[in-house]
């Protein structure tokens, strides 16, 4: 049994964006991020394992994973649910050369060489969440008031989750255009939830969602259909052009840090 793995992936990797990107999204209680340590955990398994990631080794993460117990070997599962939600195999190379023909995506490829598309640990989303049937048998208005939502968000929550349960709409399906169509007939699912749950959650290279605001700005233009006018020859690579938008967005021209991490295992400096 092995508690550690090293698991290769693709280069180049510019790692601080996405290490950025996991700690704005985290879920307290679920998930951690230290951007200066080069580390990331989430719980996974319906509660059951975290798994962490550490980037330590130039080429590969190091992937650790602890029960209830203590420490649990790293399955082949866990490593294919790492690989989907880190982006571990993709041919960046490829990807940034065809990005790079663009007179606008240049210089932000150069920037960031083998910027990566966070992904989720399974495309149902954290599997620590509840599982569709149990959404799906709940009142939406016993949502709103646990959760904090708008009643049209409770319901559009508790509509998807019986889609699913139903299989109207199939989260496990190949084709992320299947879904997004399945998507779009929900009531409260608009384009730009359907293009972005595409991205994040379907793994699909070539989601892109126009109507993003910060897109918009980072394109300089007004309406979903300039963006996406903007975005034909950036296919199939989308993606990608929308993590490269959003992270000059957000971060502009610092160049981002690679300096060798300490373990992750280190005890923090007093």
Same mark, same amino acid.
């Given at each position: 049994m092995s508690a550690t793995l090293d698991v290769p992936c693709t280069l180049p990797l510019t790692l601080e964006p996405l290490l950025r990107t996991i700690a704005a999204h985290a879920v307290p209680g679920l998930e951690t991020c230290d951007v200066e340590g080069r580390t990331h955990s989430k719980v996974v398994h319906d509660g059951e394992v975290g798994l962490a990631a550490a980037w330590d080794t130039p080429g590969a993460v190091t992937l650790s994973a602890t029960g209830?117990?203590?420490?649990?070997?790293?399955?082949?599962?866990?490593?294919?649910?790492?690989? &989907?939600? %880190?982006?571990?195999?993709?041919?960046?190379? #490829?990807?940034?050369?065809?990005l790079a023909e663009s007179e606008l995506l240049r210089p932000l490829v150069a920037a960031r060489p083998g910027l990566r598309v966070l992904?989720?640990?399974?495309?149902?989303?954290?599997?620590?969440f509840p599982r569709p049937a149990v959404l799906a048998g709940t009142d939406a208005e016993e949502l709103r008031a646990l959760v904090g939502l708008t009643r049209a968000r409770a319901a559009t929550v508790v509509g998807l989750a019986r889609a699913v349960t139903d299989g109207v709409v199939l989260l496990t399906s190949t084709d992320p255009r299947e879904v997004r169509a399945a998507l779009l007939g929900l009531p409260g699912v608009g384009p730009w939830t359907a293009d972005y749950l595409a991205l994040r959650a379907l793994g699909d290279?070539?989601?892109?969602?126009?109507?993003?605001?910060?897109?918009? &700005?980072? %394109?300089?233009?007004?309406?979903?259909?300039? #963006?996406?006018a903007l975005s034909r020859d950036w296919a199939p690579w989308r993606a990608y052009a929308v993590t490269h938008l959003w992270t000059q967005a957000v971060y502009g021209d610092a160049r981002p840090a690679m300096t060798k991490a300490r373990s992750p295992w280190r005890e923090p400096e007093p």
């Open positions: 209830r117990a203590g420490p649990v070997e790293v399955t082949g599962d866990l490593v294919r649910l790492a690989r &989907r939600w %880190l982006d571990l195999d993709r041919d960046v190379a #490829a990807v940034d050369t065809r992904g989720t640990d399974a495309p149902a989303g954290l599997r620590a290279h070539d989601a892109y969602p126009a109507d993003d605001l910060v897109l918009k &700005r980072a %394109l300089g233009v007004r309406s979903g259909r300039e #963006a996406s």
